[in-house]
């Protein structure tokens, strides 16, 4: 149980290390994982491509591709 809480925490922050862990165990929980861990990178490209004003459709779309 404990290396399952470092394995998530490690993912959360790691966008690799949680694509890895949702390949290894493809369920809906480690897909969350990847999402999560995607997000700052989302949100960074939103930024770029609606700078000032509501990003939040765009960061929609990139969460999308995330996935």
């Known amino acids: 149980m404990i290396g399952k809480a470092v394995t998530r ?3 959360n922050n790691n966008m690799e290390a949680a694509m890895a862990e949702y390949l290894r165990y493809p369920d809906k ?5 990847v999402v999560r861990a995607g997000s700052r990178l ?3 490209f ?3 491509y609606a700078p000032g004003g509501s990003n939040e459709d765009v960061a ?3 969460r999308v591709a995330v996935l």
């Open 46 to 48: 939103a930024n770029l």
């Open 9 to 11: 925490n490690a993912a």
């Open 42 to 44: 989302v949100h960074h």
């Open 60 to 62: 929609q779309g990139g």
């Open 29 to 33: 929980q480690h897909l969350q994982w």
